[in-house]
């Protein structure tokens, strides 16, 4: 059984920093997954943040790029999401994801809401 418990949000003011972490456990090769982070705003569909290919490539989001990083450390299992510059629209849920074809893991979500 594997899971993800992600940690690290928290109520923050705009302009400032938070470093969400997301640990798995249980039988998942994590170095060779594809680890991404979403999020979920009131009243919206959760939607893509940032993700990290078993290469190492990175994509994101157009309205986090520049402000937000994913990380890994594999022999950890644990994904990060270094989020600087922080505004009142990226208040949500944040979830982690990893995917390893067939699986597809999800977390319970960490609520990072950001005050104006």
């Known amino acids: 059984q594997v899971q993800l418990v992600e940690s690290g949000g928290g109520l923050v003011q705009a302009g400032g920093s938070l470093r969400l972490s997301c640990i798995a456990s249980?039988?998942?090769?994590?170095?060779?997954?594809?680890l991404s982070w979403y999020r979920q705003a009131p009243g919206k569909e959760r939607e893509f943040v940032a993700l990290m290919t078993r290469s190492g490539s990175t994509n994101y989001v157009s309205p986090v790029k520049g402000r937000f990083t994913i990380s890994s450390d594999n022999a950890k299992k644990t994904v990060f999401l270094q989020m600087n510059s922080l505004k009142p629209e990226d208040t949500a849920v944040y979830y982690c994801n990893v995917r390893n074809y067939p699986h597809n893991y999800w977390g319970q979500g960490t609520q990072v809401p950001v005050s104006s």
């Open positions: 249980g039988s998942i090769i994590f170095s060779g997954s594809t």
